[in-house]
């Protein structure tokens, strides 16, 4: 029997599939997560935005083609936000939404809609290792409300895998890099142990740590003094921004100003000369003015970005902002035209900080990421090489480079 788990969406759901996969091969099925001919679905879903709404509706079509007798399951934020409409398409069978995805090997059997708020963390097997970084899911759900986002009302309150089984699934998986992911990390907390805890308990584990996306408010001084003595934890800092103006950022419900923003940034400079900064801005909120997105812009160089993951505003139904006025969409593009050349002259300029240099690469499949989060590209390089190198020059996406040395 063979298994197709496709995945739309955000690095969780990436997660999420790769542990629903484990499952399904400790189970006997041959599993995929590239769609083809196979005896059993499953879609995790997103909705994001309107577009990945859409390409989840689509994907049912694709797999029915492949196979229109085999079962298919749909579950994610897409789901959770209209579960009639996907148990409404021919060949659904069971969908399960976005709380209740670690009741898949008990109800796959079964036909309808299963949603039920999650009362705690859900637990899932440990997710099935593709790559050479492993990806540990700490945290679901979030309590923010963000004017924009439907996540919270979709994933539900936020809530914490154990400390325990974190640590225990780090030293298990065996890989030479950790990424902690979650919905909303920075909230993560297991009785009296929060983020930085954990970090000095995965300190023991003997590979790299990574953090996923973070909130401005966990960046202090004591946060940053835990991830210096854990040790292992890289200096890389996913610093959710949204907007350079202050006046935006209150419509969004962010909680912090732009001069907060900033200073975290220079805390973290200052813990962490190297450090890369990497953010995510959203273009054309509905009360952007071209002040507004101006003010994006010249953060982008004041805060020293390594990447900008830039986004145009998509009005989520059920969000406060979604009852307000949208750009136009040709605002919009010209505003994303505008901030992704900012986005690549910060890139530049970040990586040009660094040949020259020396620093530790751990080889994925096509080229790897140095502690810091450069790409890199090195002749000789092979899937799974934790090398120190050289950096030459800036190529693509990132810098190419020559190995000095393999790490043992």
């Given at each position: 029997?063979k298994?197709?788990?496709?995945?739309?969406?955000?690095?969780?759901?990436?997660?999420?599939?790769?542990?629903?996969?484990r499952?399904?091969?400790?189970?006997?099925?041959?599993?995929?997560?590239?769609?083809?001919y196979?005896?059993?679905?499953?879609l995790?879903?997103c909705?994001?935005?309107?577009?990945?709404?859409?390409?989840?509706?689509?994907?049912?079509?694709?797999?029915?083609?492949?196979?229109?007798?085999?079962?298919?399951?749909?579950?994610?934020?897409?789901?959770?936000?209209?579960?009639?409409?996907?148990?409404?398409?021919?060949?659904?069978?069971?969908?399960?939404?976005?709380?209740?995805?670690?009741?898949?090997?008990?109800?796959?059997?079964?036909?309808?809609?299963?949603?039920?708020?999650?009362?705690?963390?859900?637990?899932?097997?440990?997710?099935?290792?593709?790559?050479?970084?492993?990806?540990?899911?700490?945290q679901?759900?979030?309590?923010?409300?963000?004017?924009?986002?439907v996540?919270?009302?979709?994933?539900?309150?936020?809530?914490?895998?154990?400390?325990e089984?974190?640590?225990?699934?780090?030293?298990?998986?065996?890989?030479?890099?950790?990424?902690?992911?979650?919905?909303?990390?920075?909230?993560?907390?297991?009785?009296?142990?929060?983020?930085?805890?954990?970090?000095?308990r995965?300190?023991?584990?003997?590979?790299?740590?990574?953090?996923?996306?973070?909130?401005?408010?966990?960046v202090?001084?004591?946060?940053?003094?835990?991830?210096?003595?854990?040790?292992?934890?890289?200096?890389?800092f996913?610093?959710?921004?949204?907007?350079?103006s202050?006046?935006?950022?209150?419509?969004?419900?962010?909680?912090?100003?732009?001069?907060?923003?900033?200073?975290?940034?220079?805390?973290?400079?200052?813990?962490?000369?190297?450090?890369?900064?990497?953010?995510?801005?959203?273009?054309?909120?509905?009360t952007?003015?071209?002040?507004?997105?101006?003010?994006?812009l010249?953060?982008?160089?004041?805060?020293?970005?390594a990447?900008?993951?830039?986004?145009?505003?998509?009005?989520?139904?059920?969000?406060?902002?979604?009852?307000?006025?949208?750009?136009?969409?040709?605002?919009?593009?010209?505003?994303?035209e505008?901030?992704?050349?900012?986005?690549?002259?910060?890139?530049?300029?970040?990586?040009?900080?660094?040949?020259?240099?020396?620093?530790?690469?751990?080889f994925?499949?096509?080229g790897?990421?140095?502690?810091?989060?450069?790409?890199?590209?090195?002749?000789?390089?092979?899937?799974?090489?934790?090398?120190?190198?050289?950096?030459?020059?800036?190529?693509?996406?990132?810098?190419?480079?020559?190995?000095?040395?393999?790490i043992?």
């Amino acid at each position: 029997m063979k298994a197709c788990v496709f995945t739309l969406g955000c690095k969780m759901n990436e997660v999420e599939s790769a542990s629903l996969m484990r499952g399904l091969e400790a189970r006997g099925f041959e599993v995929t997560d590239e769609l083809g001919y196979a005896d059993l679905y499953l879609l995790n879903t997103c909705a994001v935005t309107a577009e990945a709404e859409r390409k989840s509706r689509q994907a049912i079509g694709r797999m029915r083609r492949y196979n229109a007798l085999a079962p298919v399951v749909v579950l994610g934020c897409a789901a959770e936000r209209d579960a009639e409409a996907f148990f409404k398409r021919e060949g659904v069978t069971l969908v399960l939404g976005a709380q209740n995805k670690g009741r898949f090997f008990d109800l796959m059997e079964k036909r309808g809609i299963f949603r039920e708020a999650e009362c705690g963390f859900s637990e899932l097997p440990p997710p099935k290792q593709t790559k050479t970084r492993a990806f540990l899911r700490i945290q679901d759900g979030c309590d923010r409300f963000c004017s924009y986002c439907v996540i919270p009302y979709l994933r539900g309150r936020t809530r914490s895998q154990r400390a325990e089984r974190v640590v225990e699934e780090a030293k298990r998986c065996g890989a030479k890099e950790i990424v902690l992911t979650g919905i909303d990390i920075s909230s993560y907390r297991d009785g009296g142990t929060d983020l930085g805890g954990l970090l000095l308990r995965l300190g023991e584990v003997p590979a790299r740590v990574r953090l996923g996306s973070l909130e401005e408010g966990i960046v202090t001084d004591e946060f940053l003094a835990q991830m210096k003595a854990a040790g292992n934890t890289v200096p890389h800092f996913h610093l959710s921004l949204q907007s350079g103006s202050d006046a935006v950022l209150k419509k969004m419900n962010r909680r912090y100003t732009c001069a907060e923003y900033l200073d975290c940034c220079r805390r973290i400079y200052a813990n962490f000369p190297d450090a890369a900064i990497t953010t995510d801005i959203i273009v054309g909120f509905p009360t952007e003015t071209e002040e507004d997105f101006e003010a994006s812009l010249s953060i982008v160089a004041e805060a020293g970005f390594a990447r900008v993951h830039c986004f145009p505003f998509s009005p989520r139904p059920g969000t406060v902002a979604a009852k307000w006025e949208d750009l136009p969409a040709s605002v919009k593009r010209g505003r994303m035209e505008r901030l992704i050349e900012a986005a690549h002259a910060a890139e530049r300029a970040y990586i040009g900080r660094f040949l020259g240099r020396e620093l530790t690469v751990l080889f994925e499949e096509d080229g790897g990421y140095t502690e810091n989060y450069i790409r890199v590209y090195a002749e000789g390089a092979r899937e799974g090489m934790l090398a120190r190198v050289k950096l030459l020059k800036t190529e693509k996406d990132g810098a190419r480079a020559e190995i000095s040395e393999e790490i043992i």
